[in-house]
């Protein structure tokens, strides 16, 4: 089982010529909503990846809930530890510019009431793989990380978005994934030494006892054990859009670890999930089946 611990988003995307300066109205040309939240996200991309799946979160009592629900219910994902708050149910508010710029705010909303109490939901038991995010208060977080260790479960944290106060607890996860960025950052606030990124992957290894996986987009992921160092390449694309391609990276990499893949089969895999998922607009329409990544492997052989 495939327990997902995070965000749940009703994205809202409005297309405009260009970006509005500082108190400019500008005049939109399209307007589309959409399912989000890197909890979510990776709920479904575990769930397309054939695991079975449990969502523990939050929505609001609010008209965007079922929207923001209504993939991961078609998915088939156990929505039972999904709960009602009064605040409004999580938004992203994004302009588009015709340049393929974009602005974002982040309304946390009813994702912001997941509290560390919230754990018990997920029933963890030996041999579940527990996917988090940042999206999240963080000592939600890290008591989800504690409650995994305890109950013998394997635990992937994503970390993104960047949270410096996570940095104490990133160690307690078997798997953190970072993109460069994210690392680097971590890197400065972990005080990890080494000349370059793969010198500070093998500090980070070595001090926590625990794995790294650093995602790259198009040149593919790297991964760093206490043990082994492992480099995988991403599928040669021209992408369309590359929003949610790391959650799906994300939920792929948990489901191959749920079903039993080496680390490295794991990494492959996931890894062409998300090139695949730079193919289609949008995070979770984009997500692509089982069948899809199946066809896709066997097309690099």
């Not at 010529?17 to 990776?42: I, M």
């Not at 939050?58 to 039972?80: H, I, P, W």
């Not at 062409?272 to 052989?301: E, H, Y």
Request: aromatic share 4%.
């Amino acid at each position: 089982m495939i327990i997902v611990v995070g965000s749940i988003n009703l994205d809202l995307i409005a297309n405009v010529d260009r970006l509005p300066e500082p108190g400019e109205t500008v005049r939109g040309s399209g307007f589309a909503t959409a399912p989000g939240g890197k909890g979510a996200n990776q709920a479904l991309a575990a769930a397309r990846a054939g695991a079975q799946v449990r969502m523990v979160g939050a929505v609001g009592k609010d008209s965007f809930a079922a929207e923001a629900l209504a993939l991961l219910k078609a998915g088939n994902v156990d929505l039972s530890g999904v709960g009602q708050s009064f605040a409004s149910t999580g938004t992203a508010l994004i302009l588009v510019g015709a340049d393929g710029e974009n602005v974002i705010a982040v309304v946390p909303g009813a994702n912001d009431s997941v509290v560390p109490g919230d754990v018990a939901k997920a029933f963890l038991k030996k041999g579940d793989v527990v996917l988090l995010q940042h999206e999240i208060p963080v000592q939600t977080v890290e008591a989800t990380l504690d409650a995994a260790r305890a109950a013998g479960a394997v635990s992937v944290l994503n970390t993104a978005p960047f949270r410096a106060e996570a940095s104490r607890f990133l160690g307690k996860a078997d798997f953190a994934v970072a993109n460069e960025t994210e690392f680097d950052l971590y890197g400065e606030a972990l005080a990890l030494s080494g000349r370059d990124r793969l010198a500070r992957m093998r500090d980070y290894a070595q001090k926590t006892g625990r794995a790294i996986v650093v995602t790259l987009g198009g040149d593919g992921v790297l991964a760093a054990t206490p043990h082994d160092f492992l480099t995988v390449p991403a599928l040669k694309i021209t992408p369309v859009d590359t929003v949610g391609a790391g959650d799906t990276f994300c939920g792929y990499f948990g489901a191959g670890l749920s079903s039993g893949l080496s680390l490295e089969q794991a990494l492959i895999r996931a890894a062409v999930a998300g090139s695949l998922a730079c193919l289609k607009p949008g995070a979770q329409p984009a997500i692509p089946l089982t069948k899809d990544v199946d066809a896709a492997l066997a097309g690099t052989r």
